[in-house]
């Protein structure tokens, strides 16, 4: 069933923008809706997971632990050192908190956002890229559909062994699906099953849906693509505090233009303000943004943290161009695998490469590169907002690493015998003093 609220028809025109906002009133505002500047807990709580979620609305999932997976990191820059067991309870067990879905790429979501994501399942639906695939198997998918519907909640490897299939040989990198796997995708992205979690090795563990959402949320009428988009903008609206079609548009993959037509009802109902930022086409604030006159955050952010998801933003309002580069060969990477962005007061500083060496029981620092601040937008020179001492960028690096040392079991933070950037010997006196 779904629901539809009756909207004027028409092209609207781009309201004009009302009240300047400067580059660094812009990047306070972005911290702080992100929670990124919020004191931290000594000892994090269920509510405090989920009053992050509540703010940013959705965790990206990716599969390298490298250092830790993407999405407990994500929360570690907002929440300081918590228990991971938190995640796995609000993912894991009912009643669930968080639910897997393709919002932001593979992401966690809350249940009432997973039925946000209604009408992308459809088009999957309609598209059937896997059931196409799986009309040269038949009897796999009604197969499949039994297994889960009787043993769930089940893995793919689980699946496989009961339908007696095997994988081949691996044809290109990632893709060795047996047609038992596809089946459980095609499911998954249609909606007819769900993730009631992961393992320890990271492979989804799939039940039916009715069995992993809420009563409460099935119970609740779905509402059509138009509603749907709509809400999905108000939550990166949200999260952003202030923030351009695009970088709106990018927070759940949505298309720009049905985007662009749910900002001009959203302002038109008061939850976004016009606004201008210096170097911006356009720019919206969210209804009850903060705008903090200064920011303290002190945070290291994955790579696949909101606040850096949409690489245009990053560059305009810190004036870094980050770049992922772990599927770049070793010799043409300029800062390192698992480069993690640090965040001081309201600007991006340094960057590091970090790795987890769990044998050593240390955190390695392969790179630590220094950020130049000419390329930052509206820099301040002096007093709240501006660009911190090189000394100091290194001592709170130093105390982030130890922190997130501490967190992830390891003793100690190492720089590596061969680690290289321009930050590297200002990092190692900082973490001798630190010793």
Same mark, same amino acid.
């Given at each position: 069933?779904?629901?539809?609220?009756?909207?004027?028809?028409?092209?609207? %025109?781009?309201? %004009?923008?009302?009240?300047? /906002?400067?580059?660094? &009133?812009?990047? #306070?505002?972005?911290?702080?809706?992100?929670?990124?500047?919020?004191?931290?807990?000594?000892?994090?709580?269920?509510?405090?997971?989920? #009053?992050?979620?509540?703010?940013?609305?959705?965790?990206?999932?990716?599969?390298?632990?490298?250092?830790?997976?993407?999405?407990?990191?994500?929360? *570690?820059?907002?929440?300081?050192?918590?228990?991971?067991?938190?995640?796995?309870?609000?993912?894991?067990?009912?009643? #669930?908190? /968080?639910?897997?879905?393709?919002?932001?790429?593979?992401?966690?979501?809350?249940?009432?956002?997973? &039925?946000?994501?209604?009408?992308?399942?459809?088009?999957?639906?309609?598209?059937?890229? @896997?059931?196409?695939?799986?009309? +040269? +198997?038949?009897?796999?998918?009604?197969?499949?559909?039994?297994?889960?519907?009787?043993?769930?909640?089940?893995?793919?490897?689980?699946?496989?062994?009961?339908?007696?299939?095997?994988?081949?040989?691996?044809?290109?990198?990632?893709?060795?699906?047996?047609?038992?796997?596809?089946?459980?995708?095609?499911? *998954?992205?249609?909606?007819?099953?769900?993730?009631?979690?992961?393992?320890?090795? *990271?492979?989804?563990?799939?039940? $039916?849906?009715?069995?992993?959402?809420?009563?409460?949320?099935?119970?609740?009428?779905?509402?059509?693509?138009?509603?749907?988009?709509?809400?999905?903008?108000?939550?990166?609206?949200?999260? +952003?505090?202030?923030?351009?079609?695009?970088?709106?548009?990018?927070?759940?993959?949505?298309?720009?233009?049905?985007?662009?037509?749910?900002?001009? !009802?959203?302002?038109?109902?008061?939850?976004?303000?016009?606004?201008?930022?210096?170097?911006?086409?356009?720019?919206?604030?969210?209804?009850?943004?903060?705008?903090?006159?200064?920011?303290?955050?002190?945070?290291?952010?994955?790579? *696949?943290?909101?606040?850096?998801?949409?690489?245009?933003?990053?560059?305009?309002?810190?004036?870094?161009?980050?770049?992922?580069?772990?599927?770049?060969?070793?010799? %043409?990477?300029? +800062?390192?695998?698992?480069?993690?962005?640090?965040?001081?007061?309201?600007?991006?500083?340094?960057?590091?490469?970090?790795?987890?060496?769990?044998?050593?029981?240390?955190?390695?620092?392969?790179?630590?590169?220094? !950020?130049?601040?000419?390329?930052?937008?509206?820099?301040?020179?002096?007093?709240?907002?501006? @660009?911190?001492?090189?000394?100091?960028?290194?001592? &709170?690096?130093?105390?982030? $690493?130890?922190?997130?040392?501490?967190?992830?079991? $390891?003793?100690?933070?190492?720089?590596?015998?061969?680690?290289?950037?321009?930050?590297?010997?200002?990092?190692?006196?900082? $973490?001798?003093?630190?010793?």
């Amino acid at each position: 069933m779904t629901t539809t609220v009756a909207r004027p028809t028409g092209a609207a %025109r781009p309201p %004009r923008p009302g009240r300047t /906002l400067t580059p660094g &009133q812009a990047r #306070r505002i972005a911290v702080a809706a992100q929670g990124l500047d919020r004191s931290r807990s000594v000892a994090p709580t269920m509510g405090h997971l989920q #009053r992050a979620i509540d703010r940013i609305g959705l965790l990206q999932i990716d599969s390298v632990n490298v250092l830790a997976r993407a999405h407990l990191l994500v929360l *570690f820059s907002r929440l300081g050192p918590y228990d991971v067991a938190l995640v796995d309870r609000a993912s894991g067990r009912a009643p #669930r908190r /968080l639910v897997e879905f393709w919002a932001h790429e593979a992401s966690y979501v809350p249940p009432r956002t997973y &039925q946000l994501l209604r009408w992308r399942m459809e088009d999957y639906r309609l598209r059937d890229h @896997w059931g196409r695939e799986l009309a +040269h +198997h038949p009897g796999v998918l009604s197969a499949v559909r039994e297994v889960v519907a009787e043993a769930g909640p089940v893995t793919a490897s689980q699946v496989h062994e009961a339908l007696g299939h095997r994988r081949g040989p691996r044809e290109h990198w990632g893709w060795n699906w047996t047609p038992a796997k596809r089946a459980l995708e095609h499911l *998954f992205n249609i909606g007819e099953i769900a993730a009631a979690g992961r393992t320890l090795q *990271f492979e989804r563990a799939y039940d $039916l849906t009715e069995r992993v959402l809420p009563a409460d949320v099935l119970a609740a009428p779905v509402p059509d693509r138009a509603d749907a988009v709509r809400q999905l903008v108000a939550v990166a609206a949200r999260a +952003h505090g202030v923030a351009t079609v695009r970088g709106l548009a990018d927070y759940f993959r949505l298309p720009v233009a049905a985007t662009a037509a749910a900002v001009a !009802e959203l302002v038109e109902d008061g939850a976004l303000e016009p606004v201008h930022v210096p170097g911006w086409k356009e720019a919206y604030l969210a209804a009850g943004a903060r705008v903090p006159r200064r920011s303290d955050a002190r945070a290291l952010l994955a790579p *696949f943290d909101p606040l850096v998801f949409e690489r245009r933003r990053v560059r305009e309002l810190w004036g870094m161009h980050y770049r992922i580069e772990i599927y770049t060969p070793a010799a %043409r990477r300029r +800062h390192g695998y698992y480069v993690l962005p640090f965040l001081l007061g309201e600007h991006l500083v340094a960057r590091v490469d970090l790795k987890a060496d769990r044998r050593a029981g240390a955190l390695v620092v392969r790179a630590a590169h220094a !950020e130049a601040p000419d390329a930052v937008p509206g820099l301040v020179r002096a007093g709240s907002g501006a @660009w911190p001492a090189r000394g100091l960028v290194s001592e &709170q690096l130093a105390a982030a $690493l130890g922190e997130m040392a501490g967190w992830l079991g $390891l003793g100690a933070v190492h720089l590596d015998d061969e680690a290289h950037g321009d930050l590297v010997h200002d990092l190692a006196g900082a $973490l001798r003093t630190a010793r």
